[in-house]
């Protein structure tokens, strides 16, 4: 079976590398600079143990990667992408080949079950750094991360089976779950923080504020009858990677959201993170005020190329306090 990557950024890059190093079929989809790296260049992985460039077969568009049944496509573009992704895809490859959600948020597998026959979501804990076109950082070793694997809306088959014991043959720590979108649920109620994360850096301490945006985020799951996977089980499913490591000296500087502001890309995940709390708060009548406030930071953020790290805790709490107030 042969796995082609979509989007051969943080996460596409560290799961292509990784499977095609132990020898599956690789082949990725990407486009502008990062295409022309990885086609002139190859795909250069940085861990705290490796430093290695990897000749890859990468295609502009999926039309050109001859996409059949028997390929398994891992999606790993970010949210905002998803839909303009699948319409590609959709047109070029046939509606049941398996489609993988490599990506955070709980929105991305429905979109594809649209377009496409089989959909499995993956729970992905990897700590991953894309800024520069063909260049990915790992910060976890000897375990590259955690990527459980199950059918969406649930259930699991020989073929999620099959791909998590691939990923581990890849060094991934995977499991094949029957409830994943309740583990992805739970890791939404982490993401909740990218934003605040993005604004002021992972390092300042916002802990009121994104514990009032999980309380409103549990308090929806609650509203909508929807399951999550607790915090203790995640930090003990997690507890493998930890403590972090440094690559090039330096530590893991920042999350997903925090690089979508670094590489100044103009757009962000923030409606498919906080904006998902907002969504089951509009459709079941939960107030969700901080979660409101920080889709629309992340946004404006994102718009107006804001680096990351830039805002202090205490401006941003008086933004969110006059927002509160004004009702928006
Ligand atoms: N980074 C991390 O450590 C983690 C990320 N995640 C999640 O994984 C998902 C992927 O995130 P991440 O890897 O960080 O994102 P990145 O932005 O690093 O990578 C996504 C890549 O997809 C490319 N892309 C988007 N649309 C297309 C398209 N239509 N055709 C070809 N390429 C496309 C982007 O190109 P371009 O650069 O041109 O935009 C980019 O190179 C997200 O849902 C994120 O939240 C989960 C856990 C950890
Ligand atoms: C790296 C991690 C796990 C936490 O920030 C993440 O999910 C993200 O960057 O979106």
Redesign the pocket.
Known sequence: MRYVI????????IIGARLQQQGQHVTF???????DTLRRDGLQLRTPETDQILAVQAV??PREAAITADDAVVL????Q?TA??LD?LADAAPADVPIFC????VA?ESQALRRFRRVYGMY???????LA?GL?HGYTAPCHGVLDVGGYPDGADSLASWVASDLAGAGFDSLCRSDVMRWKHGKLLA?LA?ALHAACGPGADTSDIYATARAEGEACYRAAGIAWASAEERAQRMAALLPLKQVDGAPFPG???W??LA?G?G?I?GD??NGEITLLGRTHGVPTPVNDFLQQLARRMARERVQPGTMTPDVLRGQLSTAVAIGH
């Open positions: 979509y989007g051969a950024g943080a996460i596409g890059g989809i990407a486009r502008g600079a990062t295409l502009g568009h790993a573009v970010k949210s992408d303009a992704a590609a490599a990506q955070n948020g991305n992905v804990y990897i700590f991953g750094l894309h076109p990915v993401n990218n999350g997903s959201s690089q979508s590489r890309t757009s995940e498919w993170l």
